[in-house]
């Protein structure tokens, strides 16, 4: 199956942990990308990655560090969480060239 | 930067009646244009993608049209069902795919309700 998968699902914790995201594409893509998608639906980008390349790094704050081992996996820790973390965040990928993207199903996460 | 406005943010339709959206934007360079649907816990489902030489597409039941003069896009789902039932986004980019500042912005959602 091609497309773009995310792990955890879900995830719980406290303020002041350290979380990690998992995000991987089987579509062949190079560039890909995170967002945060608050309680209001609202999504706003984060990070994008070219070829394990950063290429955006919008402005967040420094507790998120996104890293890339290849141009199929796309990771997200976050260190020492706050509150205002509690979001989905979703992984998105696309080819270089071509325009569209394609997203993951999202990692909710809760801080408590 | 670019700005895109959407609305509504809440539709309520009954079964079989059409459901409008619209975006309007504010870059006139914006060359590319697209419309997801997100379902409960899901992530976005691309539905429709148009150019900006393209004026109107449909695709099984969605229609979207592009006003470039008034920087405007819609979709409209035509005999809508309760499955439509989602909340569904516009969203924008430039034509320099090829660059670090290509990147998508993203109306802040329509959550429409399908009733049967």
């Known amino acids: 199956e091609t497309a773009v998968f995310q792990t955890p699902n879900y995830h719980v914790t406290q303020v002041g942990n350290e979380v990690s995201f998992n995000c991987k594409q089987t579509?062949?893509?190079?560039?890909m990308y995170w967002y945060k998608q608050d309680s209001k639906k609202l999504l706003k980008i984060m990070f994008s990655?070219?070829?394990?390349?950063?290429?955006v790094n919008e402005t967040v704050p420094r507790r998120f560090s996104p890293q890339s081992s290849d141009k199929a996996h796309l990771n997200l820790r976050i260190k020492s969480v706050e509150p205002e973390d509690s979001a989905v965040y979703l992984c998105a990928s696309r080819d270089w060239g071509s325009y569209e993207q394609y997203f993951g199903p999202g990692t909710r996460l809760t801080v408590l | 930067g670019e700005q895109v406005e959407q609305r509504p943010p809440h539709l309520s339709v009954r079964e079989g009646d059409s459901a409008f959206i619209i975006c309007t934007y504010t870059d006139s360079a914006t060359a590319y244009f697209y419309w997801y649907k997100q379902e409960p816990g899901a992530g976005l489902q691309l539905l429709m993608s148009?150019?900006?030489?393209?004026d109107r597409k449909e695709e099984q039941g969605l229609t979207v049209l592009l006003n470039k003069k008034d920087k405007r896009l819609s979709l409209n789902l035509t005999a809508a069902h309760p499955g439509d039932s989602a909340v569904y986004f516009c969203a924008v980019s430039p034509l320099a795919v090829n660059t670090g500042n290509y990147k998508y912005v993203f109306g802040a959602g329509t959550r429409l309700k399908v009733i049967a």
């Open positions: 148009v150019f900006s030489n393209v």
């Open positions: 990655y070219n070829n394990k390349q950063l290429i």
């Open positions: 579509l062949g893509h190079d560039t």
